[in-house]
């Protein structure tokens, strides 16, 4: 048998991957060609800029680092931590609590300033923690996909420039459902992942460099401790011009990245972030209609991933595994201490459309 032929076209209404739309579909099976061929570092150019677009930055440093989100996670630290580096890091979710750890095996001394999880981390606890004590790099997640909520990065950047530190943000989901303003916000480093709101399958991980991040590279005593991420080794590939070869580039990923950047930046990116906005509110209407109620106040909620509370005595993994089975929609469970208690729907790039809200609206009618 061919295990392919078992695939359907889900409605992936989860924390990720989201739908793909065709035109990304059709940019992954062009051909493939070698990754110093001058008309894919052509490709790549483009997709740098079209990066700096959607991200908001002129930092020359704007690339896509092989692999998913987590990988781009990986670069931002270890390029930039070293051992005994005074890092704080803002904690209100599960990808909070994932930056601690990856921080804490690099050697770095981290403290963490912790939020209840399905509220925002609240400036002004930020800025009292930086009067006490000054760190190399603060560290927050945009959109906190674990609990549906918005931590407001401007504010906090804000205060991290003032107190003289590195101010790293996770935009793994925000990116292409929000606006993400990387220099208007004073971010210097940023990650975020191609299956979330910029609807390509996982694979690839934008990252932006600002020059203090640079700098601050550049000074490094000891060498990165990861060479496949070691982004002194990486820039050389990704600019400049002798494009030398650091590991081989996954030619057909970025066929799809090129594609879903042109896709958004089409559509506007103003009109995209309204209708993750729109489609947010339909759901909303409709979830609320249906008796369920939303775990996020209003003011900290994500348009793209939105935590709904599970009613007493509905089992979870059944109406999940139904939904899937007989509906063939997908969406997600609660993590860690949310476990059992929230479902997750996701309203990533492509799938925010009305139309989408309906399909789930009607099916959990039925099941419920
Ligand atoms: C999904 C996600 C990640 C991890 O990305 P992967 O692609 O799963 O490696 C990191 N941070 C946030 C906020 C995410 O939503």
Known sequence: MNHLDTLSQT???????????????????????????????????????????????????????????SAGMETCFVNLIEPGDPVLVLKNGVFGMRMEDLAGRLGAAVDVLEFEWGTAVEPEAVKKKLQEKSYKIVAVVHAETSTGVMNPVDKIGEMAAASNALFLVDSVTSLGGLPVKTDDWKIDAIYSGTQKCLSCPPGLAPISFSAKAIETLKARKTKVPNWYLDLTMIINYWDGDTRAYHHTAPVNMLYGLYAA????????????????????????????KLGLAMAVSPESRLPMLNAVTIPEGTEDARIRQQLLKKYDIEIGAGLGPLAGKIWRVGLMGHTAREKNVDRLLQALQEIL
């Open 11 to 69: 409605l992936l209404m989860g924390p990720g991957p989201s739908c793909v739309p065709d035109p990304v579909y059709a940019a992954l099976s062009r051909y493939t060609i070698g990754h110093l061929d001058p008309r894919f570092i052509s490709i790549m150019d483009e997709i740098k800029r079209r990066l700096q677009l959607l991200m908001e930055t002129e930092n020359r440093l704007t690339i896509p680092i092989s692999g998913t989100g």
């Open 261 to 288: 950047l042109g896709v958004i930046l089409e559509e506007g990116k103003e009109q995209v972030f309204a209708r993750h906005r729109q489609t947010h509110d339909y759901l909303v209407e409709g979830l609320e």
